[in-house]
């Protein structure tokens, strides 16, 4: 069974500093892994996707297949990457069917 | 270009009832997933629509159901309402589903059952 583990729920850091966001997973076979991020009052949205290999608002990912791990990074966070972010995956070739982590939390203060 | 829409935007019913929910994609966009997000559980799948066909269903009961029109519209039901379908239910679209489309979610339906 696919599952996408992210363990930390909430996680604050102040504007400037780098934030990483975890996500880790367990899937049989080559997934496809994404970001979601949900601003306040916002609608879900894509961030960025690793078969793009993009960096989109700062935030970059790197797909890690020996530690199944798919971390999402910024270098100096802004107080408007403060959301909440998913990490999901879907098998590859099909984007139909994602299975979201459950989400962190992310406050970035002044 | 208009959004993805989902009517109706709060629904509170009884257990026992029936529920539909509607979703309006982007124009242009064929294939619509559906998703229930309850703080226990999360997100989770629950089926995607492609030309008015099911393609992929996820780990839900036979209560909940859907549909695509042909104008790619969809709507799922879900019967004999138990107190645990409580939550929000999100639709998305895609051009076709691919991994390369993008998925747009709809502001999603607060159902909630008493």
């Known amino acids: 069974a696919q599952r996408v583990t992210q363990p930390e729920k909430l996680l604050s850091v102040f504007k400037g500093a780098p934030v990483e966001l975890k996500c880790n997973y367990s899937y049989s076979g080559s997934p496809e892994l994404f970001w979601y991020v949900q601003y306040s009052r916002q609608r879900l949205q894509l961030l960025l996707r690793h078969i793009s290999r993009e960096s989109i608002k700062g935030f970059t990912a790197d797909l890690n297949k020996g530690e199944t791990s798919f971390h999402l990074k910024k270098p100096f966070a802004q107080e408007e990457d403060s959301a909440m972010y998913y990490c999901a995956l879907t098998s590859a070739g099909s984007a139909r069917q994602l299975t979201f982590g459950s989400g962190t939390q992310l406050t970035v203060l002044p | 270009k208009a959004g993805v829409t989902q009517t109706p935007r709060y629904l509170i019913k009884t257990r026992g009832q029936q529920v539909t929910l509607s979703c309006s994609p982007i124009s242009g966009h064929r294939s619509v997933s559906w998703y229930q997000q309850t703080p226990g559980q999360g997100l989770q799948f629950l089926f995607e629509y492609f030309s008015e066909t099911q393609r992929n269903k996820g780990n839900f009961p036979g209560r909940f159901s859907g549909r695509q029109f042909s104008n790619s519209r969809s709507e799922m039901n879900v019967s004999t309402l138990e107190l645990g379908d409580s939550a929000l239910y999100l639709c998305?679209?895609?051009?076709?589903?691919?991994?390369?489309?993008?998925?747009?979610f709809g502001p999603g339906t607060r159902l909630t059952v008493l």
């Open positions: 998305a679209s895609s051009l076709e589903g691919h991994v390369t489309d993008t998925q747009y």
